[in-house]
Nanobody
Framework: EVQLVESGGGLVQPGGSLRLSCAASGFTFSSSAMSWARQAPGKGLEWVSDIYSDGSTYYTDSMKGRFTISRDNAKNTVYLQMNSLKPEDTAVYYC????????WGQGTQVTVSS
């Protein structure tokens, strides 16, 4: 059974940083593409970043230079380092296993506010 468990969310001031983690199990993590997505209050889903099995990455333009996705195959964990956070980054952040069927974690809340 695929399980994705996010952690690391919380309340942070504008300009601050957070690192999200996603612990994965139930599939071959090292050969899987993983993504982070988010949903802000009252808004639709937005893809944030992808990381592929070869370590290559993709970022949505608004996150480039501020967010960094990484993976540790030994720990079956994918990370999202978020710097220079803005109030508009407030959202529930989801870890996603990409494939013919996408699997989603339960999400972790990130709130950027003074």
């Amino acid at each position: 059974e695929v399980q994705l468990v996010e952690s690391g969310g919380g309340l942070v001031q504008p300009g601050g940083s957070l690192r999200l983690s996603c612990a994965a199990s139930g599939f071959t993590f090292s050969s899987s593409a993983m993504s982070w997505a988010r949903q802000a209050p009252g808004k639709g889903l937005e893809w944030v970043s992808d990381i592929y099995s070869d370590g290559s990455t993709y970022y949505t333009d608004s996150m480039k230079g501020r967010f960094t996705i990484s993976r540790d195959n030994a720990k079956n964990t994918v990370y999202l380092q978020m710097n220079s956070l803005k109030p508009e980054d407030t959202a529930v952040y989801y870890c996603v296993l990409r494939g013919a069927v996408d699997y989603w974690g339960q999400g972790t809340q990130v709130t950027v506010s003074s």
